[in-house]
């Protein structure tokens, strides 16, 4: 029997629902090991976070309060020694858990299994390689096993109405804490859903030549759907929207219910970060792009024409109700 | 300023697609498959080429040295590296199925111990095993601060601290950091500005590049007769252990259905009511 610990990712005070799919998870690795699962609330504002993390039925909520804003230098010391008695430690593999918990690992001499879409009832993780071409399955062989999991893989967890007991935990200062220094972080604030999150993403390509057109013409579609907005990598390097919309294998991987791909070719790289999706549009002028090898429905069509039209389309559906 | 720049060769990543995998189901292959370097280390190894220049004049002003664990048949995409300008290449022979991101790392930091360069600069990623973990364990072992995900990097000091910007899921981080470091890259770091070290102009910008620089003619002939190092795992004393096993690789299952070619908006709108039911 060996228990799982949980590491939750703060945002200003308050865990990101990232964490409730590395709860999922752990619940899932504590059931094969016959174990229970901990939390540990680590950063600043790790107490108030402790509150409502101490209702999903963890046997403890540990915080580890520390100020300032988060490196990997200042966190993986604490959850390294507060790690260093369990089976297994998880995370959501988010920019914040595939940062943290390598280090974690090496400071435990653990092995890792990074972006896990699946637990398996042998100990075995499944996970995807080759910008998702080839599934694997692999054993973690070290005493501790230190997973990250994919968040579009396990649902979040539902509050079970428990109340863990919150404890305090010391905090472990490492040797290098003072060398990295956080000037600050320009969190991108939206109205819209997140996108690792909603139910549907619509996202532009190159095709649309610019900034001002992914605000005039992509934007309004994606607010007439409500949706989360999305692009390929191209996009995002020519500047047309920031890097944070970018899904594919080195961005976000998505798996909404809708997925409308407009004016991205298909990339395999781009592919390995939607085709989980359950209904995929693609609007593309060329009717051969690999874009067709996933699309449920294909409007050949060139998207300044049609975008406008679609949008007010979508609208009048929605009004309608 | 020093750079050790870590690179791996993949299958060719725009072919993905293509990766079989075995009757059993115990290994990969990529036959059919050219080999290329791993896009994230070719963008890595654009930043260190930027940091030891001066852009503007097109003149070194520092050394990038390549490593690459794996089979000596690596030795190509070493090559190539030092075709686009970097100074050294040292491989470190190892056959792929003893490798993980553990031994891995090991193997890069015995080569950082007996180089000491003032920077690591690494993807963030292989495009194949997609994990994530080598460049942080390695500054680990190095007992050196990680940054991943850097996106922006400036030092005006020749490499004793830099500034850097992180991309993250929910923004952009800015942090400060004393070197020696580890630093991975994200796909942004091909920014015309990504870069500033204090020697190229302030207001200088990169052209726009898919993949980062092209060898130039003369730079393949350079190439050749530059050095490359062989070494071996037991030579540089490295004996981690693998931390995991594959055990199973499969294809994954392919999308049910056939593509609905629709000819309208309206058409479009009505299945997406009527059939699929998101609308």
Request: one cysteine or more; proline letters at 4%; glycine letters at 10%.
């Amino acid at each position: 029997m060996s228990n799982v610990l949980v590491v939750a990712e703060l945002l200003e005070g308050a865990a990101r629902k990232t964490t409730l799919s590395a709860i999922t998870a752990a619940k899932q690795i504590a059931k094969q090991s016959g174990g229970s699962f901990d939390i540990l609330a680590i950063g600043e504002g790790a107490e108030g976070a402790a509150k409502e993390l101490a209702g999903y039925g963890a046997g403890k909520v540990l915080t580890a309060e520390i100020p300032g804003g988060y490196t990997c230098e200042g966190y993986a010391p604490t959850v390294a020694e507060v790690g260093k008695g369990y089976g297994a430690i998880v995370a959501t593999a988010s920019s914040f858990g595939k940062d943290l918990l390598p280090s974690v690992a090496a400071k435990l001499d653990a092995g890792v299994a990074s972006e896990v879409t699946r637990v398996n009832d042998d100990g075995s993780f499944t996970r995807p390689m080759y910008a998702g071409n080839v599934i694997g399955t692999l054993t973690v062989d070290t005493d501790v096993k230190v997973v990250t999991v994919r968040q579009t893989d396990f649902e979040a967890a539902e509050p079970s109405g428990g109340d863990s007991s919150v404890e305090s935990v010391s905090v472990t200062k490492g040797d290098l804490a003072g060398r990295v220094e956080v000037l600050g972080v320009e969190v991108v604030k939206s109205e819209r859903p997140e996108l690792t999150e909603a139910d549907i993403v619509v996202s532009g390509g190159r095709a649309f030549k610019s900034a001002e057109n992914f605000t005039n013409i992509l934007e309004p579609l994606v607010d007439a759907f409500g949706a989360a907005m999305g692009a390929s990598r191209a996009a995002c390097d020519a500047g047309y929207v920031s890097p944070e919309a970018q899904v594919g294998q080195t961005g976000k991987v998505v798996a909404p219910k809708l997925y409308v791909a407009i004016g991205i070719s298909g990339a395999i790289q781009h592919l390995a970060g939607m085709k989980g999706s359950k209904t995929i549009v693609a609007i593309n002028k060329d009717k051969e792009a690999p874009i067709a090898q996933v699309a449920d429905y294909f409007l050949v069509a060139d998207l300044f024409d049609v975008v406008p039209k679609f949008t007010e389309a979508v609208k009048k559906v929605k009004a309608a109700g | 300023m020093k750079i050790l720049v870590p690179i791996k060769r993949v299958a060719d990543p725009d072919n993905a697609n293509k990766v079989k995998v075995s009757a059993d189901g115990t290994q990969v292959t990529t036959e059919g498959l050219e080999w290329k370097m791993n896009p994230f280390d070719e963008w890595a190894l654009e930043a260190a080429l930027r940091l030891t220049e001066d852009g503007a004049a097109k003149s070194r002003v520092g050394e990038v040295v390549l490593v690459s664990v794996g089979p000596k048949e690596a030795v190509a995409t070493v090559r190539e590296g030092l075709a686009k300008g970097a100074e050294r290449g040292v491989i470190v022979e190892g056959n792929d199925n003893d490798l993980d991101s553990n031994v891995i790392a090991a193997a890069l930091a015995a080569v950082a111990k007996k180089e000491s360069p003032d920077l690591i600069v690494m993807g963030k990623q292989t495009v194949d095993g997609d994990s994530n973990v080598a460049g942080t364990v390695l500054a680990d072992k190095l007992g050196w601060p990680i940054i991943n995900y850097a996106m922006r990097i400036e030092t005006s000091d020749d490499g004793k601290t830099f500034a850097i910007k992180r991309d993250l899921d929910v923004g952009v981080a800015s942090v400060k950091v004393t070197g020696p470091v580890v630093i991975t890259v994200s796909d942004s770091i091909l920014h015309p500005e990504s870069v500033k070290n204090g020697v190229t102009p302030a207001d200088f910008k990169y052209p726009e590049a898919e993949g980062g620089r092209y060898a130039s003619l003369k730079g393949i002939m350079q190439a050749k007769k530059k050095p490359i190092a062989e070494q071996t795992l037991s030579g540089l004393g490295v004996d981690a252990k693998r931390t995991v096993t594959y055990k199973k690789f499969e294809l994954p299952p392919a999308r049910s259905g056939q593509t609905t070619f629709v000819e309208s908006v309206e058409e479009l709108v009505e299945k997406l009511r009527t059939e699929a039911k998101v609308l």
